[in-house]
């Protein structure tokens, strides 16, 4: 890994030219200012010191110029000057007045940032003299002051460990503006920025301009002084090729994001990683190569002044540019290369279904509230990862049933976004084409509240009336959308159909479950039951849903069903109940691959809250055995050999599958997600585990959970609403192949060997 030191430290030799002294360090040729003032050749136009006193009047009408550190309160000498808690700087030509005067300090008042305090010098005439410089390290005489503006009263000795990592950014006159790193970059909710203060011309004895290639291969600066860089010197005029030149080239070029908002056309431009073991820091460009965000990833240690924290913390005058203390291992990048890729329109593909020749998709924009516009479903080539068809459904509603044989698929969509109005439209396409085989003339009367699927039909539901409670039920055959039966059904009716593989149509009305003969709507079984009493979690937008669906397998024929306050396993073939429950609010719990349940609960009876308001039970509901209980919230589990594979407390760990005890967890090694969604499930290969979090899809060593690294090219997401999607649809393996979609819009084929063959290397 690359790592760096400080040339102020390191050792270095004189060499002599004419008049002039000079010291070669690596990377540097130091000119001795000491010694070309000697022979009267001073680099500088000197003048005398300020010394007129400069005063203000509160309402007086005052201009700042650009890049001046705000200050949230008067300072002196006591304040260190790398721990002035500067968040912002200014944006330079905003004329503000005058609110107070103190001393040496003016507060000011600004339609966007409110109040602030600053020197009053930076609005006199004299500052008007002050022009930024290429960034310079430099030394000074011993015995030298720091100053809070040229000629002030308020002064800091110098001292090597304020200085060394000081630059030069601007002069005036006789005098040098230094920029000072801060001391803590990262607190709380803060980013703190540099700090401005001044020195002589006469104090500096040595000065170099900063070499380029920060990051290079070569590079002795440590990430302390290229974070300062970063800082100081890159906005959004920056252009990559300015960017190539200052950091060098990076590790690892990627796609990025979406850089555009849900309501217009995405835009994927470039992400560069630069990686080294104490810090990581990403660089995101627009597709005309212009700079729109930064990120330093830093992990939790001594070596780069950071305090643990959850915050994803943002500059205060830029919230592209921001900084995520993770954990104590930063996951390096994994070159696994993706068989195809294919680059979809909205940002985020899940998997709904495949056959041999077709993948079956939903798009999502991934906005929710005001932010969300568009949704699609569409097919794409399993073999090549081209498309075959595609449907939009604006911000309307849209549901889509594969058939039971894996040919067609029914779309309902309540809104025609090429006619910019609402429509409600139900079609049944042909799987590998897009071709519409039939379509069902709803009507302009009612508007339909959905469609769901039993074998061989599809079940509309609708109102029998506008605004009415009651509804009615019509059954169409999925072959040609001919009416089969309709049914009248009461005021709190419920429909518990999921997918064409359930064998008959179930609703529940008047206190019974029935299970209807798709064909004749003839009761086949049904089951007394009173309307629940406590919260149904399906209706919990955040829940991820009790069974994880399985895109290439068929779902089994047996269901969770609430009946009443109990949670009852119902074979849907007979309607036997399998194994039963009591439910309770506050309560969540999801089917593990081999049937066990993991059933949470919330002491206080609530949705959510901290972990510790949280127990979890390992249930072996058709024994009727709980298998062990932690006082832990633990969720997305994966059982594999004798081990459960789990998120424990918003941390990836490990639990002995028949005593609970934690094998390992990741709590120091990956940053936590205090509150995680669900941005896809577990994934085996071999001795590897891979896991969606944050931003990256790691993979993990599942022995002892040591963090391998992150796969190349892929950005993860939390795509909040949508986390049943995600928990079915972003990583999915069949056989030798796995199928990952990013928050890009990006869904991609990999093969195991290659990625055993990455770790390998």
């Known amino acids: ?34 010694v070309a003032a000697r022979e009267g050749q001073a680099p500088e136009s000197v003048t005398q010191a300020l010394s007129a006193s400069i005063t203000y009047k509160a309402g007086e009408t005052v201009t700042l110029g650009k890049g001046l550190p705000r200050y949230a309160q008067p300072m ?37 940032f409110g109040s602030f305090w600053v020197p009053g010098w930076y609005a006199s005439k004299e500052s008007q003299t002050m022009k930024k410089s290429t960034p310079q390290n430099f030394t000074l005489r011993a015995g030298s002051k720091l100053y809070l503006y040229p000629g002030s009263q308020t002064t800091w000795p110098s001292a090597g460990s304020i200085t060394d990592h000081a630059l030069i950014v601007a002069a005036t006159k006789d005098w040098y503006g230094v920029s000072v790193p801060p001391r803590t970059w990262n607190k709380e909710s803060n980013v703190y920025r540099p700090a401005i203060i001044w020195v002589r011309a006469k ?23 290229v974070r300062h860089l970063t800082d ?23 796609h990025s994001q979406n850089l555009n908002e849900t309501n217009v056309s995405m835009s994927i431009g470039q992400t560069w990683r630069y990686e080294r073991e ?34 994803h913390f943002s500059r205060a005058d830029d919230y592209q540019f921001t900084t995520k203390i993770l954990g104590q291992t ?15 329109k909205l940002n985020y593909p899940f998997l709904q279904a495949a056959t041999a020749d077709v993948l079956l998709m939903k798009g999502d924009d991934g906005g929710f509230s005001g ?90 539901d ?167 209980t932690l006082n832990d919230k633990v969720e997305r589990g994966l059982v594999a050999d004798d081990r459960i594979y789990v998120i424990k407390n918003g941390y990836p760990a490990a639990l002995d599958y028949h005593t609970g005890k934690t094998r390992w967890d990741a709590q120091y090694t990956i940053s936590s997600l205090r509150y995680p969604t669900n941005q896809g499930s577990y994934l085996v290969i071999d001795d590897q585990l891979l896991l969606p979090m944050g931003e990256d899809l790691l993979i993990m060593n599942k022995g002892d959970g040591t963090l391998i690294g992150r796969v190349h090219d892929v950005v993860m997401g939390s795509p909040e609403h949508r986390d049943r999607d995600a928990k079915n649809g972003t990583i999915n393996r069949v056989g030798d192949e796995i199928y990952i979609g990013s928050s890009n819009g990006r869904f991609s084929l990999y093969h195991v060997n290659d990625l055993k063959t990455d770790i390998s290397r």
């Open 462 to 628: 609708s109102p029998v009336a506008e605004g009415s409670n009651q509804g009615r039920i019509t059954v169409l055959k999925s072959s040609n959308g001919k009416t089969l039966w309709t049914k009248k059904l009461s005021a709190g009716y419920q429909l518990f159909n999921q997918t064409a593989a359930d064998p008959y149509v179930m609703y529940w009305e008047k206190n019974q479950l029935i299970a209807a003969d798709p064909i004749s709507g003839r009761t086949v079984w049904s089951i007394k039951t009173g309307k629940p009493t406590v919260d149904h979690i399906e209706n919990d937008p955040y829940f991820d849903g009790i069974t994880r669906l399985d895109p290439f397998a068929e779902a089994k024929p047996e269901r969770w069903m609430l009946l009443g306050d109990q949670w009852v396993l119902v074979d849907l073939n007979s309607g036997k109940k399998l194994a039963h429950f009591q439910a309770r609010n506050g309560q969540r719990f999801e089917v593990l691959n081999d049937g066990m349940l993991l059933i949470r609960e919330n002491k206080q009876g609530e949705h959510y809250g901290d972990y510790s308001d949280f127990t979890t039970t390992l249930y072996d509901a058709k024994n009727d055995i709980k298998r062990w």
């Open 232 to 254: 100081i010197l890159l906005d959004k005029s920056t252009t990559s090729k300015q960017a190539a030149q200052w950091l060098g080239e990076p590790d690892w070029k990627e």
């Open 371 to 460: 932010m969300h516009y568009d949704k699609s479903v569409y097919a794409l080539d399993r073999h090549t990862g081209e498309n075959v068809w595609e449907v939009h459904a604006g911000f309307g509603a849209l549901q889509a049933q594969l058939d039971a044989k894996r040919e067609g698929v029914t779309l309902f969509t309540s809104y025609a976004p090429g006619d910019k109005e609402y429509k409600d439209r139900i079609r049944h396409i042909k799987l590998s084409d897009g071709k519409v085989q039939w379509e069902y003339k709803t009507g302009s009367k009612l508007s339909l509240r959905g469609i769901t699927a039993a074998e061989n039909v599809v079940v509309m």
């Open 1 to 34: 890994m690359k790592t760096g030191g400080n040339w102020r430290k390191e050792g270095y030799r004189w060499i002599t030219f004419t008049g002039v002294a000079a010291v070669i360090v690596t990377g540097y040729m130091l000119l001795d200012l000491d």
């Open 76 to 112: 002196d000498h006591k304040v260190p000057v790398d721990q002035m808690r500067i968040t912002t700087y200014t944006s330079g030509g905003d004329k503000m007045k005058v609110q107070i005067v103190r001393g040496d300090w003016i507060r000011l008042n600004h339609s966007e």
């Open 278 to 311: 104490d810090a990581q820091f990403l660089v995101t460009f627009s597709k005309t190569g212009k700079l729109v965000q930064t990120r330093w990833n830093l992990p939790v240690d001594d070596r780069n002044n950071v305090v643990p924290s959850d915050w």
């Open 203 to 225: 104090d500096v004895q040595q000065r170099v301009n900063v070499t380029d290639g920060w990051f290079g291969k070569q590079a002795s600066m440590s990430t302390t002084d």
């Open 330 to 344: 930063l996951p390096t990048t994994l070159p696994w290369k993706s068989t195809w890729t294919n680059q979809g």
